[in-house]
């Protein structure tokens, strides 16, 4: 049973006693009304972070404007295809730029404090997928364009499929090195210069939760 607002705003004030740094949201769009008044009803002033797939409408985007500080979009894909085929969204393109456009309006591109923590601003997230080099390339060349290269970005190679799903090829195997460095490669040559990758030495499943249910409200 979901909680009320109220009591939502009290778990998120319990939370923020703990010493954590911010208070993070993840793909919590489908409970927007009430996730909006909640974060109006807190006491702590601590920042929110929302964290979703990019793939939002303005007006959403628009309902957390005076309640989010910090967003953590992906920007998922740039080839309509891909899309369709792997999200049921060939309108995935256009809609996370769109999004992306009405983020940075509202809180303009990363800001982090002494200690490195993000305090107000923009994020994205690319996950790499194996055999798709060709769309993080036009990711990245997308964003590029639309945004420059202050735009601050993490691309993420940590695509590990549980093996009971038997995926098709490509998707049943992990992202090459060779792979990622092209595409962090990429980014240089675009002139972003901030922003995090990953060290895939020890392997990418090191990036992955345990989905044990720990750090949940």
């Not at 002139?191 to 995090?196: D, P």
């Amino acid at each position: 049973m979901p909680l009320s607002p109220a009591a939502l705003a009290e778990r998120l004030d319990a939370l923020a006693g703990t010493g954590v740094h911010n208070l993070n949201l993840v793909t919590a769009g489908h409970f927007l009304p009430a996730v909006v008044q909640a974060l109006t009803l807190r006491r702590n002033r601590l920042p929110v972070v929302w964290n979703s797939s990019g793939y939002e409408s303005i007006a959403q985007l628009r309902a957390l404007e005076d309640v989010v500080d910090v967003y953590l979009p992906d920007f998922k894909y740039a080839d309509a295809a891909l899309a369709r085929r792997l999200s049921g969204a060939a309108d995935y393109p256009e809609t996370a730029l769109a999004a992306l456009r009405e983020m940075l309006r509202q809180k303009g591109n990363l800001m982090l404090d002494d200690d490195g923590l993000a305090t107000r601003g923009v994020l994205v997230r690319h996950l790499v997928l194996p055999g798709q080099v060709e769309n993080s390339l036009a990711v990245l060349r997308t964003l590029a364009d639309a945004f420059g290269e202050g735009l601050a970005l993490s691309l993420m190679a940590q695509y590990v499929p549980p093996p009971e799903l038997a995926l098709p090829a490509p998707f049943d195997r992990g992202v090459t090195a060779e792979a990622y460095e092209q595409i962090c490669d990429e980014g240089s040559r675009l002139g972003f210069y901030r922003g995090y990758t990953q060290d895939l030495s020890a392997g990418a499943a090191r990036f992955t939760p345990d989905f044990d249910g720990t750090g949940c409200l």
